[in-house]
């Protein structure tokens, strides 16, 4: 719930500290900007220029806690985890202290509610930048607070405040991170890497990742954030159906690009159910 995060929130316009007001119907900041609560528990936290993106729509965040919703992408929650509590643990974090998560495009908060499953006492905030994720955010784990905000603006969190940043498939703003990060913290990114989706790829018609990619990542952190050890691979095989393989591509970029009946037709072409690769890195960062 927002009150278990409202000590790292801040005004997005000028980053004064927020508090509730109402019971929490309100987030008011120091300097007098009131943020409306949403009925369904995320509040909308947007500098004077608005959102400048939706995000995923509704469709795509259906597909995705369709998908994920299976397990298919245990592996991959599990991996993110256990970072989350290695971070801690150098961190010297102690177990009493209620640390604080926060994901970035959280989405339906997967990861975020998993993680802090994992982690004694943890509160996350759930960021994204689309209001159907919101919603699903709001409910995902009772310690999650639900914010809309962008991504590549400043984000609504206090100097210092949070212990790790995670990043699972979503924008990144490593200037923001350094920032928002308590002194020892960490970001964690989670990013699909060649060879992701690989026998997809071309009887779907959707592109591959990106060789290099995690390099690019690095380099464009730089000045902010540094890597922490080498990137490590994590990679498994899934056992997909067509229904799955349908949700897979749903909630993501590729649903942009091929209409709806397209994609059904090509996967209706797919054997019944195909074992795909599942392939991503796992990057920490911390302040540079
Ligand atoms: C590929 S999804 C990943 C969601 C989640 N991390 C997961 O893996 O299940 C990317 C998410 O980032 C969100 N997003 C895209 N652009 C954003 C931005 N500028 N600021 C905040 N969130 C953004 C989307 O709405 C979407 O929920």
Known sequence: MLSDIIDVL???????????????????????????VARQGYVTLAGG??????????SMIDARETFLSRG?????????SVVVNDVLEDAGVPEDSSPVICEIGAGTGYY??????????????????SVPAAKHLAKCHPKVGAVVADAWARLPLRDASVDAVTVIFAPRNPAEFARVLKDGGEAVVLSADAGHLAELREPLGIIDVEPGKVERMIEQAEGYLVPVGQPQPVEFRMNLDQAAIAAQIGMSPSARHISAAELAERVAALPATMSVTARAMITRFRKA
């Open 10 to 36: 801040a005004d997005p316009v000028d980053g004064t500290d927020l508090s509730g007001a109402d019971d929490f119907r309100r987030l008011v900041s120091e300097s007098g900007h009131s943020y409306d």
């Open 112 to 129: 975020l509610a998993h993680t802090l499953d994992d982690v004694a006492g943890a509160r996350g905030v759930g960021i994204d930048v």
């Open 49 to 58: 220029a608005g959102l400048r993106y939706t995000g995923d729509d509704m």
């Open 72 to 80: 298919h992408f245990a592996p991959f929650v599990e991996a993110v």
